[in-house]
């Protein structure tokens, strides 16, 4: 997690688990202050006990339910961050479907401030078009047609057909006369489950796109693949920690502040690529293989 901080405290709010977010936090302040140990903040933070705050830092015990209050009270939180705080501990804690589902929806409703958007066929059907929207919702740069289809690379007819349909849609319009084109949304989804043809569409191109860009420098493209078994309830366990992941990594890197950054289109899948495998001997020890390939 990077070290994203408040004035001198790391913002709780980037943060999934709330065990990682003390590693980070011990590891700032003994960064600032080498002398401190893990006894000294144990008793700063009012934990009696120095070797369960040690391996909670080491990921090897859970925080206990009855020590949360004293999390809180100890780190100062405000009653928002102690809200967080509160929040993805019962996530730490969540073992079924229902129970991760109830706990990241509270935690979106709360830190969620996107726009929800038709799957349109105007919308989703050219590629270039969300990115451009994406685009419009950044500062630090002259979002001109020009700009636009350069940092884009794309000729300046597309692009201005594309601002000329996002008006039209009322997504976005000129801010002023020197042709500066904005949009209200400040961050936006495209609602599932609504237009399952143009969202097929979309994601189609999508991955059309990712295996163009395989020949692109390393710098500026990742590929990760892993095969591993799964229940159907596994199965849609991953799908909820996906969203979760994605939804942490847009409000810690989703920035208003374009500049100096390019703008990536992070694609997640999950196939499945066997029929369901039957259980074939009772001798068989059960396994957990991890296959990886990356590029």
Not at 68 to 89: P, R, Y
Request: a neutral charge; charged letters at 25%.
């Amino acid at each position: 997690m990077t070290d994203q901080r408040r004035g001198h405290r790391l913002d709780i709010t980037l943060y999934l688990d709330p065990s990682e977010y003390l590693r980070d936090l011990f590891a700032s302040k003994n960064k600032e202050d080498p002398s401190l140990t893990v006894s000294r903040w144990s008793q700063e933070l009012g934990i009696q006990s120095r070797s369960l705050l040690k391996l909670i830092l080491q990921g090897r015990r859970e925080i206990p339910d009855e020590l949360v209050s004293t999390f809180i009270s100890g780190l100062g939180l405000t009653e928002e961050e102690a809200g967080h705080f509160t929040k993805i501990f019962r996530l730490s804690q969540s073992r079924t479907v229902t129970q991760i589902t109830e706990t990241i929806s509270q935690i979106s409703e709360t830190h969620s401030s996107r726009e929800a958007l038709a799957a349109r066929e105007e919308f989703l059907s050219h590629p270039l078009t969300p990115k451009v929207m994406a685009l419009l919702t950044l500062d630090g740069f002259e979002k001109t047609a020009e700009n636009i289809a350069r940092i884009m690379g794309a000729d300046l007819h597309s692009v201005e057909k594309i601002l000329q349909t996002l008006q039209s849609m009322g997504y976005a319009g000129p801010a002023n006369s020197r042709n500066v084109w904005n949009t209200r949304f400040q961050n936006f989804f495209i609602k599932d489950g609504l237009n399952q043809s143009e969202l097929k569409k979309f994601h189609r191109i999508s991955l059309e796109e990712a295996l163009s860009a395989i020949d692109l420098p390393v710098e500026r493209r990742r590929y990760r693949s892993i095969f591993v078994p799964m229940t159907q309830e596994e199965f849609q366990n991953l799908n909820v920690e996906l969203n979760f992941v994605l939804d942490s990594i847009l409000a810690r890197l989703g920035k208003s502040d374009g500049a100096g950054r390019r703008l990536y289109q992070v694609n997640c899948n999950i196939v499945s690529v066997s029929e369901e495998i039957a259980v074939s001997s009772p001798e068989l020890s059960p396994t957990s293989p991890r296959h990886l390939i990356k590029a």
